[in-house]
């Protein structure tokens, strides 16, 4: 069973700036809970492996000619074979056109664009503009189109739509509408426009019942296209850019209607069977942030298995004497230092005064950590046919690290989805010294690891064995290109480590020891080792999951849903550096302890095996697999700074989803292999040629792609 959790978004050539950071926003609003929201470029698309892992294929609004430029031939091909084996893709304006058998744009034009398509999901021709006046740059063209929504069509719960009325107000600007050929039976209208469409062959002929957005059945696969851009909230939308007598008042009937617009959004993916967030068409849900990312908080520093007085002082000073600017002192009377970092000014403040009392006020944290209001952009950027890959650069954005003793923790009101407390109980329970010996954790952070790996001032001051947690990323990290998905629930970490340059124990084994210690730190408690839970090569937690037996299908969708197979549920990401003879290790973990989306959890899996066995095997906590974890590496890492990683070998394999699996590798001809093994050494995956079984093969963790589900091996392209 392979749970496809990737919303692929083009960004390549001739996507529109602002369609490309809109549709971001508003995928994430309604996907980030589940799905990973990837920019993809044409390189990627023609170079990755990427058909196994996508849920959905998002092409933005833009120039369509571009499109056909960079995606003409091979990928096109892929991304069409895609959907035909059950895949979906959603067009929106410009990929509308681009989804369809030919395009029609601004005929007899000076930016007339007429010809054929190759993904042609619709068979019939996309004609636009659908009203006239467009213009690549300004606002001109643009309206609050009146459309009918053809709600029975979706086949969604009518819950979804409330009591909306079918006649919607929604963003237009430059669309097309959809004119299917007669023997056409797969294509089915969702919404039409209004009767003041006119055909731009002939402006003066009205164009009645106008397809403003259809839904194609291609193969297993469907293709939503649209001529809108129900993804366009009115928050995002400069009121002065719309000064022709049709779109002066854009902007306040796209207020009124954009609950009805979150919900016609939310009816095209709920649609291709895409698991949406029920926040997401609340409509006490502020339209006004439609961003959904969640504020920043400060990030608490607390020694926890460190101990001698002169060892925590050592590192209090150092981090105190390092923040030598000033700080804004006249907030809410805080009396700060700023740490000028590489990548952020960290705001150093102590958690208590004299008399015990908490001297983090809200004041002065929302001060602080103001997120940057999302400005409407100018018409002036509208014209953006470069690759609009480049996001917005919040690296500037300040922090505040709060530095604590164990009597002035932030109580559970302000760190409710962890405990710093328990945390600290657990980890000294759990008998380790170095790993672990700091505690830091933040409620929002942007990235537990770019916050370590790119400051490196703070980075040389924190003690060995340091770790930074935090409840939600804004932007988590995956290995390569990968975006790390970081729901509530999901434990997720980074941990500091400064390693010497030994022979025998070398430095690449190190992630494979990390995630050998969180498999073990699990399954290693009395009466747990019976959960289904294996590595998979290099560094990644699965876990088998029967969706067919569970007691609901969350973790997959209903075309993956219906049987067992492995699901990720964790993985690593190692950054490193070399200095002095010493590398320094920075892994970040994440596991999904409580979250059952967007695959399954460790407590889902121990609820289902305590009902298989009638057992009673309590939860795991967020607290106590972090003590667990981080204790466990200390425990393999002794052994292994001493003998190196050939004992325990014999343990990976235990753990392991590999042994005598038969992989294709694509870079040898796609010859067949059997898995014979791991070179405790150099850390490569060893294979035997099934046709010359005297060849072996060594694969490089971090030069090769595995693909398990297909058994299929390729060299990574950055």
Same mark, same amino acid.
């Given at each position: 069973?392979?749970?496809?959790?990737?919303?692929?978004?083009?960004?390549?050539?001739?996507?529109?700036?602002?369609?490309?950071?809109?549709?971001?926003?508003?995928?994430?609003?309604?996907?980030?809970?589940?799905?990973?929201?990837?920019?993809?470029?044409?390189?990627?698309?023609?170079?990755?492996?990427?058909?196994?892992?996508?849920?959905?294929?998002?092409?933005?609004?833009?120039?369509?000619?571009?499109?056909?430029?960079?995606?003409?031939?091979?990928?096109?091909?892929?991304?069409?074979?895609?959907?035909?084996?059950?895949?979906?893709?959603?067009?929106?304006?410009?990929?509308?056109?681009?989804?369809?058998?030919?395009?029609?744009?601004?005929?007899?034009?000076?930016?007339?664009?007429?010809?054929?398509?190759?993904?042609?999901?619709?068979?019939?021709?996309?004609?636009?503009?659908?009203?006239?006046?467009?213009?690549?740059?300004?606002?001109?063209?643009?309206?609050?189109?009146?459309?009918?929504?053809?709600?029975?069509?979706?086949?969604?719960?009518?819950?979804?739509?409330?009591?909306?009325?079918?006649?919607?107000?929604?963003?237009?600007?430059?669309?097309?509408?959809?004119?299917?050929?007669?023997?056409?039976?797969?294509?089915?209208?969702?919404?039409?426009?209004?009767?003041?469409?006119?055909?731009?062959?002939?402006?003066?002929?009205?164009?009645?019942?106008?397809?403003?957005?259809?839904?194609?059945?291609?193969?297993?696969?469907?293709?939503?296209?649209?001529?809108?851009?129900?993804?366009?909230?009115?928050?995002?939308?400069?009121?002065?850019?719309?000064?022709?007598?049709?779109?002066?008042?854009?902007?306040?009937?796209?207020?009124?209607?954009?609950?009805?617009?979150?919900?016609?959004?939310?009816?095209?993916?709920?649609?291709?069977?895409?698991?949406?967030?029920?926040?997401?068409?609340?409509?006490?849900?502020?339209?006004?942030?439609?961003?959904?990312?969640?504020?920043?908080?400060?990030?608490?520093?607390?020694?926890?298995?460190?101990?001698?007085?002169?060892?925590?002082?050592?590192?209090?000073?150092?981090?105190?004497?390092?923040?030598?600017?000033?700080?804004?002192?006249?907030?809410?009377?805080?009396?700060?230092?700023?740490?000028?970092?590489?990548?952020?000014?960290?705001?150093?403040?102590?958690?208590?005064?004299?008399?015990?009392?908490?001297?983090?006020?809200?004041?002065?944290?929302?001060?602080?950590?103001?997120?940057?209001?999302?400005?409407?952009?100018?018409?002036?950027?509208?014209?953006?046919?470069?690759?609009?890959?480049?996001?917005?650069?919040?690296?500037?954005?300040?922090?505040?690290?709060?530095?604590?003793?164990?009597?002035?923790?932030?109580?559970?009101?302000?760190?409710?989805?962890?405990?710093?407390?328990?945390?600290?109980?657990?980890?000294?329970?759990?008998?380790?010294?170095?790993?672990?010996?700091?505690?830091?954790?933040?409620?929002?952070?942007?990235?537990?690891?770019?916050?370590?790996?790119?400051?490196?001032?703070?980075?040389?001051? *924190?003690?060995? /064995?340091?770790?930074?947690? @935090?409840?939600?990323?804004?932007?988590?990290? #995956?290995? %390569?290109?990968? !975006?790390?998905?970081?729901?509530?629930?999901?434990?997720?970490?980074?941990?500091?480590?400064?390693?010497?340059?030994?022979?025998?124990?070398?430095?690449?084994?190190?992630?494979?020891?990390?995630?050998?210690?969180?498999?073990?730190?699990?399954?290693?408690?009395?009466?747990?080792?019976?959960?289904?839970?294996?590595?998979?090569?290099?560094?990644?937690?699965?876990?088998?999951?029967?969706?067919?037996?569970?007691?609901?299908?969350?973790?997959?969708?209903?075309?993956?849903?219906?049987?067992?197979?492995?699901?990720?549920?964790?993985? *690593?990401?190692? /950054?490193?550096?070399?200095? @002095?003879?010493?590398?320094?290790?920075?892994? #970040?973990? %994440?596991?999904? !302890?409580?979250?059952?989306?967007?695959?399954?959890?460790?407590?889902?899996?121990?609820?289902?095996?305590?009902?298989?066995?009638?057992?009673?095997?309590?939860?795991?906590?967020?607290?106590?697999?972090?003590?667990?974890?981080?204790?466990?590496?200390?425990?393999?890492?002794?052994?292994?700074?001493?003998?190196?990683?050939?004992?325990?070998?014999?343990?990976?394999?235990?753990?392991?989803?590999?042994?005598?699996?038969?992989?294709?590798?694509?870079?040898?001809?796609?010859?067949?292999?059997?898995?014979?093994?791991?070179?405790?050494?150099?850390?490569?995956?060893?294979?035997?040629?099934?046709?010359?079984?005297?060849?072996?093969? #060594?694969?490089?963790?971090?030069?090769?792609?595995?693909?398990?589900?297909?058994?299929?091996?390729?060299?990574?392209?950055?």
């Amino acid at each position: 069973m392979v749970v496809p959790l990737n919303v692929l978004v083009y960004s390549g050539p001739g996507v529109s700036s602002n369609s490309q950071t809109f549709l971001m926003r508003t995928l994430r609003q309604f996907l980030s809970h589940r799905y990973a929201i990837i920019p993809v470029d044409q390189t990627m698309l023609r170079t990755q492996p990427w058909e196994t892992k996508a849920a959905l294929f998002v092409m933005p609004g833009g120039r369509d000619l571009p499109y056909t430029v960079e995606l003409n031939g091979d990928i096109n091909r892929r991304i069409r074979q895609w959907v035909q084996n059950g895949g979906r893709y959603l067009g929106l304006c410009a990929g509308g056109y681009y989804g369809s058998g030919r395009c029609e744009f601004e005929p007899g034009t000076p930016i007339e664009i007429i010809g054929s398509r190759e993904l042609a999901f619709f068979s019939g021709s996309c004609i636009g503009t659908a009203y006239p006046g467009y213009d690549y740059k300004s606002e001109t063209g643009a309206r609050a189109a009146e459309v009918t929504v053809d709600q029975s069509a979706f086949n969604v719960s009518q819950k979804l739509w409330k009591s909306d009325p079918s006649h919607v107000r929604i963003y237009y600007n430059g669309g097309g509408y959809f004119v299917p050929e007669e023997s056409d039976t797969n294509v089915t209208v969702l919404v039409r426009y209004a009767p003041d469409v006119t055909n731009p062959h002939n402006r003066s002929q009205k164009v009645a019942d106008a397809a403003a957005a259809i839904s194609c059945k291609v193969g297993r696969g469907v293709a939503v296209l649209t001529g809108l851009h129900p993804e366009y909230a009115w928050s995002f939308l400069a009121p002065s850019s719309f000064v022709e007598p049709h779109n002066r008042q854009t902007v306040s009937l796209l207020r009124s209607h954009d609950a009805y617009r979150r919900r016609l959004f939310g009816a095209m993916l709920g649609h291709m069977k895409i698991d949406i967030d029920p926040d997401a068409l609340d409509d006490s849900v502020d339209s006004g942030n439609q961003s959904r990312i969640p504020v920043r908080t400060p990030t608490f520093i607390v020694p926890a298995r460190a101990t001698g007085v002169a060892a925590v002082a050592t590192t209090m000073y150092s981090l105190n004497g390092a923040a030598t600017a000033k700080g804004n002192v006249s907030v809410a009377g805080v009396s700060d230092a700023i740490l000028q970092d590489t990548i952020q000014d960290i705001h150093i403040i102590n958690a208590a005064t004299a008399n015990g009392e908490r001297r983090v006020p809200y004041e002065y944290q929302s001060t602080i950590l103001q997120p940057a209001e999302i400005m409407p952009m100018s018409p002036s950027d509208r014209d953006d046919s470069v690759n609009a890959n480049s996001n917005k650069d919040e690296s500037r954005e300040d922090a505040i690290l709060v530095i604590c003793t164990h009597e002035s923790l932030p109580s559970t009101k302000e760190t409710p989805r962890f405990d710093m407390k328990l945390a600290i109980k657990y980890m000294q329970e759990a008998k380790a010294h170095t790993m672990g010996s700091w505690l830091m954790y933040s409620e929002v952070t942007g990235s537990t690891q770019t916050f370590l790996e790119k400051n490196l001032r703070l980075q040389s001051l *924190l003690p060995n /064995g340091t770790v930074n947690v @935090a409840a939600v990323q804004v932007s988590g990290r #995956g290995r %390569g290109r990968n !975006v790390w998905i970081s729901p509530v629930g999901c434990l997720q970490f980074s941990m500091l480590l400064r390693h010497p340059n030994l022979k025998q124990a070398p430095v690449v084994m190190l992630q494979y020891l990390f995630s050998l210690a969180a498999m073990e730190a699990i399954k290693g408690q009395p009466g747990y080792g019976g959960l289904p839970l294996r590595l998979k090569w290099p560094n990644d937690v699965y876990a088998l999951y029967d969706s067919s037996s569970s007691s609901d299908t969350s973790g997959a969708s209903s075309d993956e849903a219906g049987g067992p197979g492995y699901v990720k549920i964790g993985g *690593l990401l190692v /950054g490193s550096s070399y200095k @002095a003879s010493e590398f320094m290790l920075l892994f #970040g973990f %994440g596991i999904s !302890v409580a979250n059952p989306l967007p695959t399954t959890s460790v407590n889902k899996l121990i609820r289902e095996y305590n009902l298989r066995h009638g057992s009673a095997l309590a939860p795991m906590t967020m607290e106590k697999t972090l003590a667990l974890v981080t204790s466990k590496f200390e425990e393999l890492y002794r052994q292994f700074l001493v003998h190196g990683f050939e004992p325990l070998l014999k343990l990976y394999y235990r753990n392991w989803l590999h042994t005598d699996q038969v992989v294709t590798l694509a870079d040898k001809g796609f010859e067949k292999a059997r898995v014979i093994g791991l070179c405790p050494n150099e850390g490569l995956l060893l294979v035997r040629s099934l046709l010359n079984p005297k060849v072996v093969y #060594g694969l490089q963790p971090d030069g090769n792609s595995f693909d398990m589900m297909q058994g299929l091996i390729s060299t990574k392209t950055n």
